[in-house]
Nanobody, 122 residues
């Protein structure tokens, strides 16, 4: 069982930055690929970034590529999402995810966090 708790969301002006954190706990957390998804109001949840177990492999959705950076600190069991150049269309609830494979972390995660709200004002 893996528990995920996100933090770091909030209100920011367009062009600003935020860093989201996801604290993971449970057995063998370091063996899970980790990801971030987001869900805007009245829209489906979408994948935005994933990182492999060692931190060296990352994948991003086109909508955030070049602006967002995913990273992990296995010693702290924490995954981060650095978000720069935020736009109003980035407004959403952001969810941390964990998958037993890199593919599952991107598509059908095994575990989800509760989400943190990010609001970008114009």
């Amino acid at each position: 069982q893996v528990q995920l708790v996100e933090s770091g969301g909030g209100l920011v002006q367009a062009g600003g930055s935020l860093r989201l954190s996801c604290a993971a706990s449970g057995r063998t957390v370091g063996s899970y690929a980790m990801g971030w998804f987001r869900q805007a109001p009245e829209k489906e949840r979408h994948f935005i970034a994933a990182v492999g177990t060692g931190g060296g492999t990352t994948v991003y959705a086109d909508s955030v590529k070049g602006r967002f950076t995913i990273s992990r600190d296995n010693a702290k069991n924490t995954v981060y999402l650095q978000m720069n150049g935020l736009k109003p269309e980035d407004t959403a609830v952001y969810y941390c995810s964990a998958g037993r494979s890199f593919s599952s972390a991107m598509t059908t995660p095994d575990y989800w966090g509760q989400g943190t709200q990010v609001t970008v004002s114009s």
